[in-house]
């Protein structure tokens, strides 16, 4: 008896009882080598050659100071070897000059010897230093799990990491609302927080032209909310810039033809059923979409094409394409008369100005052409180059036709469903009984208005297989995924709510894929320790993530459980 405690007691001088560092997202492989090293006082993150690098080096060391990380998740304790002191992270980047673009290798290796010393990163690219640093910004907590004294150490471990899917995005629609640039900026930081690496901007759209184009200064001045509500040329090449630095592409937007009201503000004659009620002519309001035949309006359509495709340096644009209304377009007697004399559809005037663009897009300006899948889906073919943007059918839809997918179904990933309706004159809410009834499906046991009810949960984001009904003999593949910020109910003051932390449950996804190495399913059952644990550290890193759980489920693990975790 006397002899095991006098051997605890020694053991305690050699080792130390310590919280799991939780990572998110799970990188692909991590084996922890048990052992604690004490960042030194004068630890350097050295080897940044770089610019991004450079910065993002004294980016992370600034963080993890201030961070000064103590999980709130309680996990179960564990003790590890004293190892000794890391005094440097020490990064070697093969490629410092690839182009942030599709498919650049975003893998790393790091290595927090066992022993302390220098801790290594290395990558292929910058954009993998990138992603490295992040992760060994995860693995910096407070020492003994305490903010007082300040000292940080690192669990030791190897870990070697890469992304399952190369398009890790999230669209954010910034013409229903505005976000003011600060706020992009901060959703690109958590963003990379996340490891996700594309912003897609939907610039605009049928309520307002914020995007300020040097081809058409008409556009924006004409069709922004006001001139404070405007993405300038600096603003846009902050954006972009602020993107780079952090490994986030920014894929521009422009939807074409519908979704475009905002132009009939300065050109009129180039529209189509602007003039319109709403409703038997456009999915939302206000009705307009671009007449496909004007001549003046197809040069205009290829002025800011052009444009936006030498601004953005990303080879993938995205030329829109979705919710074409034709009965607005039969409305107008040329496309009649120009149906007639070819013997087409309306539909088919749409496939052919869609083709047109894509053309354009392809050979003219040298870009992949991302679509919304509308047009295929009602019948019209594209070339294979063409990136497909699921978010209706599944994406194996298109992987079968030989296209490659990004999937945004709207039934998982549209963050905005389930905040009820907002258009107006509405009496469907005035229900007589207070309860769902045969006569009342709508403001009780309904979607309440909204289209896409109910809210997704991040259990449901999680719960998304990829590769479900992707076949081998498919020629296209899925080349990730887009959670979709539509702003008719989102605006700069609940945006971070609104993304997080429900895009860190598809980042995980996006990163670590829906199966580990061995083919087992991620489940939310198993992410959840490490999910709740992010959540604050986001919070802690000035993201308004919305809360999950009471705190106290945190603190007390598996008092929360559905199922009594003692139960046989
Ligand atoms: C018009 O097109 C339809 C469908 O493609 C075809 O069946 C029909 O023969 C065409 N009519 C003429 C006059 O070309
Ligand atoms: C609710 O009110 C409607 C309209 O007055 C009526 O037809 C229906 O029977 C009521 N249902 C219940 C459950 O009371």
Known sequence: MKFSIAAAAAAILFASVDAKTLLFPIPQSVSWTGSTNQLSNDFKITGAKNVHVKDAAKRYNKLIHKENWVQVQVTPKQTLKKGGYLSSLHIDVKNNNAKLDKGVDESYVLEVPAKGGKATLSAKTWVGALRGLETFSQLVQAKDGKKKGGKLVAHSAKITDAPTFEHRG????????????????????????????????????????????????????????SEEETYSSKDIKTIIKYGQSRGVRIILEIDMPAHTATIGESHPDYMICADKFWAPFAAEPPAGQLNPLHKKANKLVRDIVKEATETFPDSLYHTGGDEINTAC???????????????????????????????????????????????????????????????????????????DVIVSNFDYFYLDCGHGGWVGNDNRYDSPNQTESATDVFNYGGGGGSWCAPFKTWQRIYSYDYTHGIDKSHKGKILGGELAMWSEQTGPTVIDPRLWPRSAAAAETYWSGSYDKKGNRRTVKAVSERFYDWVYRMQARGINAEPVQPKYCATHPNACDLNDPSAA
């Open 329 to 403: 377009w039969e409305l107008d007697a040329g496309i009649q008369k120009y149906t007639k004399q070819h013997n087409m559809t309306t539909k088919e005037v749409w496939f052919e100005w869609t083709t047109d663009l894509l053309k354009y897009v392809t050979k003219t300006l040298k870009k992949t052409p991302i679509i919304w899948e509308d047009p295929v889906r009602d019948g019209g073919r594209y070339p294979k180059n063409t990136v497909i943007q699921s978010w209706i059918d599944p994406p194996s839809t298109y992987t079968k036709m030989g296209h």
């Open 170 to 225: 999230i669209l954010l629609d910034t013409s229903r609302n505005f976000y003011p640039v600060k706020d992009i900026l901060r959703t690109i930081d958590a963003q990379a927080f996340n490891k996700m690496n594309v912003l897609h901007w939907h610039a605009t759209d049928s309520q307002a032209w914020p995007f300020y184009f040097k081809s058409h200064p008409e556009l924006s001045e004409k069709g922004a909310y």
